[in-house]
């Protein structure tokens, strides 16, 4: 009895004070494989550098990303750069993409919205390429969903308390 209320008051006390005992910074970095599917098949590979607060209430995390695709049907090579962010640990995440691609002769940019869910190292998104001046003739992926394999090559921590 006396052991179970020393416990009681040492988390109490730890919970009452100012600055948070559970405040890090968790850094991960590495290399992603994904597979977009829509009107076309795209084979994807770059790297996702990912930020997340270790902390009790309200965690949220943030990644940027930079990739090459090749969508095989249309010959169309890409290039994407993104941003995404999960507001608490049990969300969707928001993002945003701008895209490259290439039929080796022209060009054409885009920008989609994305929404998607992150559960351990897979990452599911939907979304939609706006492209302001598409490539005639060619037929690539507008409205998409996508699947990402994101390993961690690198992680580190760094306390927030300090």
């Not at 990739?67 to 049990?90: C, E, M, Q, S």
């Not at 598409?134 to 690539?140: A, C, D, F, L, N």
């Amino acid at each position: 009895m006396k052991i179970f209320l020393f416990f009681l008051l040492f988390s109490c006390s730890g919970l009452c004070q100012k600055n948070a005992l559970f405040d890090f910074t968790k850094i991960q970095r590495g290399p992603y494989f994904g597979f977009q599917q829509g009107r076309n098949i795209v084979l994807e590979l770059g790297f996702e550098k990912r930020i997340k607060e270790v902390k009790w209430k309200s965690p949220n995390a943030h990644a940027f990303n930079i990739g090459a695709n090749y969508d095989y049907k249309a010959g169309v090579l890409g290039a994407d750069a993104g941003y995404w962010f999960r507001p608490n640990r049990i969300s969707f995440t928001f993002g945003a993409q701008a895209a490259v691609r290439s039929d080796f002769d022209r060009a054409m940019i885009g920008f989609t919205p994305t929404v998607g869910y992150k559960i351990w190292l897979l990452h599911a998104n939907a979304g939609f390429y706006f492209y302001p001046k598409p490539i005639p003739g060619v037929q690539t992926n507008n409205l998409f969903v996508q699947l990402r394999l994101v390993l961690t090559e690198k992680s580190t921590l760094k306390n927030n308390n300090k």
